[in-house]
């Protein structure tokens, strides 16, 4: 598996819509994506997708779909969502912190890529987190998956 990393960067000025993919984003502490619609939520701050999801919905239902597309902030490579628990904490680049607060949603049927593609990655596998600490990220940026000592000191930095 490839080593973590962001694969793109994504914002939407309305919820409920696909997201357009940016060059860099600025993570805000305790509120989330710098202009992002769903910016603000207590604990629901930054959506997280894997590209690993995008190729499974190419791939099973024949979809054509672009990061983005499923309302995501961050599109990741090399790391199963999914499978972290939640309070898992997340360094992205050289500055950003996460912490994971939710596995999967609920899927909204007036959600606009419910209706144009019928099928939908995020209820199952997407998470959100909360910023703990500021920091701007782009693709190509390292994820680091931080265990318990690693996140004391992260902590103490903050």
Known sequence: MNEPSIVAVCRSEARRTRK??????S????WGLEGDAHAGA???QVSLLGDESYARARTLWNLTVEHGDFAENLTTRGIVLKALPVGTRLRIGNDALLEITQIGKKCHSGCE???????????????????????????GDAIEILGAAEVASAASES
């Open 20 to 25: 357009q993919r940016i060059a860099e984003g």
């Open 27 to 30: 993570l805000v502490e305790n």
């Open 42 to 44: 207590w604990h629901r």
């Open 113 to 139: 890529i419910m209706q144009l593609t019928g099928k939908c990655v995020f209820p199952e596998e997407g998470i959100f987190g909360k910023v703990l600490r500021a920091g701007t990220v782009r693709p």
